[in-house]
T-cell receptor, first 110, second 113 residues
Framework: QKEVEQNSGPLSVPEGAIASLNCTYS??????FFWYRQYSGKSPELIMS????GDKEDGRFTAQLNKASQYVSLLIRDSQPSDSATYLC??????????FGGGTRVLVKP | SAVISQKPSRDICQRGTSLTIQCQVD?????MFWYRQQPGQSLTLIAT?????????ESGFVIDKFPISRPNLTFSTLTVSNMSPEDSSIYLC??????????FGPGTRLTVL
């Protein structure tokens, strides 16, 4: 059973719109949550981390965490074609091990 | 973020041979990890590279197939032994900073014929 779930997509978004990505996890002991962006042929790049319930904003990105619902999301405002990539949700429970979801592919269309 | 380099960036190997991948970080880090990303898949943790002791392997990965060295706090190697076409993947090292965030190297793209 997969521990971190994401919709594989593709999530097609018009340029300038908001892209909404969702991630659920099974381990209630999870403490740290991360979003990585991965362009085709490149390695994952950390774009957001969130540790407590609520929203965290960084530029056009907003991460939202709800530990009671075991749910973390990422919003990308004013989506640009350069945001087209696969977005990976990663969760850390006890210890230092990161568990990754399968990733959501986002396509931003001009 | 830490500057992480990997060598080689890519390689094409014959089945039955072994390849050693190097990971170098520009600063001392406690935690280093090795991941595999098979074509079209997400990342799977192979092992945690421990400085001064044996690596900690995840379920499904064994030391004989993926020996790991960690001689100091800035360097680690992963060897893929007795390769088969199923080992064709991208291999990534990552490091964790004191603030709990992990950063990835550029990866090594391995093709086994």
């Amino acid at each position: 059973q997969k521990e971190v779930e994401q919709n594989s997509g593709p999530l097609s978004v018009p340029e300038g719109a908001i892209a909404s990505l969702n991630c659920t996890y099974s381990d209630r002991g999870s403490q740290s949550f991360f979003w990585y962006r991965q362009y085709s042929g490149k390695s994952p790049e950390l774009i957001m981390s969130i540790y407590s319930n609520g929203d965290k904003e960084d530029g056009r990105f907003t991460a939202q965490l709800n530990k009671a619902s075991q749910y973390v999301s990422l919003l990308i405002r004013d989506s640009q074609p350069s945001d087209s990539a696969t977005y990976l949700c990663a969760v850390k429970a006890a210890g230092n091990k990161l568990t990754f979801g399968g990733g959501t592919r986002v396509l931003v269309k001009p | 973020s830490a500057v992480i380099s990997q060598k080689p960036s890519r390689d094409i190997c014959q089945r039955g041979t072994s390849l050693t991948i190097q990971c170098q970080v520009d600063s001392q880090v406690t935690m280093m990890f090795w991941y595999r990303q098979q074509p079209g898949q997400s990342l799977t943790l192979i092992a945690t590279a421990n400085q001064g002791s044996e690596a900690t392997y995840e379920s499904g990965f064994v030391i004989d197939k993926f020996p790991i060295s960690r001689p100091n706090l800035t360097f680690s190697t992963l060897t893929v032994s007795n390769m088969s076409p199923e080992d064709s993947s991208i291999y990534l090292c990552s490091v964790e900073r004191r603030d709990n965030e992990q950063f990835f190297g550029p990866g090594t793209r391995l093709t086994v014929l």
